[in-house]
């Protein structure tokens, strides 16, 4: 749906959807403003999700993660948490390095993970989780059970000689996973354009005679009902879909890099640019306002909200021990 357009939605949907947006925004600020400030633990890697959420909150949304929907992401993945429902408290405690984190401060940021819930984690190996979500989808497959597993994963995945093997398999068995490329145009600081012989990336996966489709990635109306369909579709099918998600990203790769970002690959007025027209919750604002499912007093209290649980995330954070020297080999298995 395009902004402007009126709509009947489900209006406790899309408040709760909003609201994700917004909490997972402002989550992330808070991790940036702890990053730049010191002192917290969140050493070494942060990589931030804002300008992309209405892709992890719409997915997710439009999945049915008790009846064994599953999920895995690349390590641009706090927000894959949080929409899932994973507390905000042990996800900071994660990314900080704290005893009290989701994997006791061993992942950090880049492993946040959540398997109750059905997210079996975020990925450090670019392309990596991609073959595991074949996994993923064949155990659902030898199951019988009827739900997706859903792979996350940003353009520079696709240059990986593992992302075209599975994607070949998937197809060939007709594996149940929907690989979403979140393509915000640049792996680190180099361009589609530099990096992919054929930058039309939907294009790219032709070859394997998959289902396929490029969509709106900011539109958080568009993402739901689309993907709301594409899951029904695979369920009453089983058979692989690649989802391309047109997105961007507000930060620079990962906060170490915050301050180059506009020296080394991209300028600050394109940036500012898409902050000024593709900020997914802008866009979901100006759609639900119209659509008469929020008010303006409801987005002040959902921004106020947000700040409050983001800073008590830190305060959970802060309050957690770094974890003890003989866990330091527990729970590791390579
Ligand atoms: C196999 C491998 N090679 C290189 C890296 C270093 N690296 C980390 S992130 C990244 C870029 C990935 O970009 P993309 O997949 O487009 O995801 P985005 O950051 O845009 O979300 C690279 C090359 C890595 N983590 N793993």
Known sequence: MAKGQKA????????RFYEQMVHIREFEEECLRAFQRGGHGIG???????????????????????????????????????????PPGPVMAEI????????KGKGGSMHI???????????????GNVPIALGLGWALKYRQQAGVAVCFFGDGSMNQGAFHETLNMAQLYKVPVLFVLENNGYAMGTSIER???????????????????????????TVYEEVSKIVADMKANPA????ECDTYRFHGHGAA??????VVYRTKAEIEAAKANRDPIAIAAEILLEAGVITDDDIVRIHEEAVVEAKAAMKFSDDSPVPPADELLKDVYA
């Open 113 to 127: 993970c959540d398997a109750e819930r059905g997210f079996y984690g975020g990925y450090g190996i670019v392309g």
């Open 257 to 262: 890099d915050e301050a180059k970002q506009t």
């Open 8 to 15: 009947a939605l489900d209006a406790a949907k899309y408040r």
């Open 195 to 221: 990096s992919h012989a054929n930058t039309d990336l939907t294009d790219r996966v032709s070859s394997y005679n998959m289902n396929r489709k490029k969509i709106d990635g900011q539109n958080i109306v």
């Open 240 to 243: 692989p879909f690649f989802l």
């Open 44 to 86: 070494g890697y942060l990589h931030l999700y804002s300008g992309e959420e209405a892709i992890a909150v719409g997915i997710i949304g439009a999945l049915d993660l008790s009846a064994g929907d599953c999920l895995i992401g690349h390590y641009r993945d706090h927000a894959y948490a949080l929409a899932v429902g994973s």
């Open 96 to 103: 900080c390095g704290k005893y009290d984190g989701c994997s």
